[in-house]
């Protein structure tokens, strides 16, 4: 009796086993598919394109992609064909919506300006254009030099400011492309991004003043209002003494005052006594006009 149950025992056991030994491997299956990521085809850059870069078919490709769908990817050669790059796009990286330029917006620096800004050139030199260091992508403040006054002499009265701040770069010269390495460019013009009231003021400055490109960190958004600075306050002299002197330089007296004219002392008017004669004829009028030296001595004639 015994061995019977001890039979019965070991078969259930073998029969329980492979039961779970069953179970085990179709959990094992299904959760294998589930957390296997899907592919699906996606349209990718068949090679490095730049800023500015016309797209052209030969750019494009489809590939396997793993994992979900990045946000606003296009999935059609159509949508992405004769658009411009306005953000580099590395090969086998998929090609954003965000990351070109409207149709028929074209390519080239144009594309790269975005809705409502403009791009403005400003000549620049070595000194102006920080050695060369002015490159796309950079940032800058627009410092200007020169008179309030009319006139462009530069004196006491001329002054230094800060005109425009965090600036960005967008081409030196003909290059729009952003170096990595921050290599400098020397070029004769560059073209910032800014918006048409500061273009205005750009323009303006330009032409009644002088320009210099201040280089900043571009992570360095901050803006810092100052006063400027006059050449006078250099000297030691005070901010409201702008038309006077420069040190070292002498001053010319001022003309003498001219000298009054005497004039001659008015004559007195004249004095007029009306007279009135009466008699048995009637009255009459008789008007006596007097000079003032006359009238003068008359009156003391009466006083005495």
Not at 13 to 41: C, E, G, M, N, W
Not at 161 to 167: A, P, T, V
Not at 293 to 304: D, R
């Amino acid at each position: 009796m015994n061995k019977r149950l001890a039979l019965v025992f070991a078969f259930a056991f073998v029969i329980s086993a492979a039961a779970s030994l069953l179970i085990y491997r179709l959990v094992s299956a299904r959760l294998d598919v589930a957390a296997r990521p899907s592919q699906t085809k996606l349209l990718v850059a068949a090679r490095d394109l730049g800023l500015g870069t016309l797209i052209k078919e030969p750019d494009l490709k489809f590939a396997d992609w793993t994992g979900p769908v990045p946000q606003h990817a296009l999935v059609a050669k159509e949508d992405a064909i004769d658009r411009g790059v306005i953000a580099g796009i590395f090969a086998d990286e998929p090609i954003l919506e965000t990351r070109l330029a409207p149709k028929g917006a074209g390519a080239g620096l144009a594309a790269t300006i975005p809705v409502g800004m403009r791009a403005v050139a400003i000549r620049v030199n070595e000194v102006v254009g920080i050695s060369g260091f002015a490159v796309p992508g950079m940032r800058v403040d627009v410092l200007i030099l020169g008179n309030p006054g009319a006139g462009s002499g530069r004196d006491s009265s001329t002054m230094s400011k800060i005109l425009l701040q965090n600036m960005e770069v967008l081409s030196a010269g003909q290059q729009i492309q952003k170096d990595s390495e921050g290599k400098p460019v020397s070029v004769q013009v560059v073209n910032l991004l800014v918006t048409p009231e500061q273009a205005e003021i750009l323009s303006l400055a330009s032409n009644d003043a002088r320009i210099q490109l201040v280089l900043r960190n571009p992570l360095d958004s901050k803006e810092t209002k100052t006063p400027g600075s006059r050449l006078a306050e250099l000297f030691g002299q005070p901010a409201g003494a702008s038309k006077t002197a420069a040190p070292g330089v002498a001053r010319r007296a001022p003309p003498p005052k001219p000298k009054p004219v005497a004039q001659a002392p008015k004559e007195p008017p004249p004095i007029i006594i009306e007279i009135y004669h009466g008699g048995k004829g009637g009255s009459r009028r008789q008007d006596s006009k007097f000079k003032g030296e006359e009238a003068a001595l008359e009156k003391k004639v009466e006083e005495k």
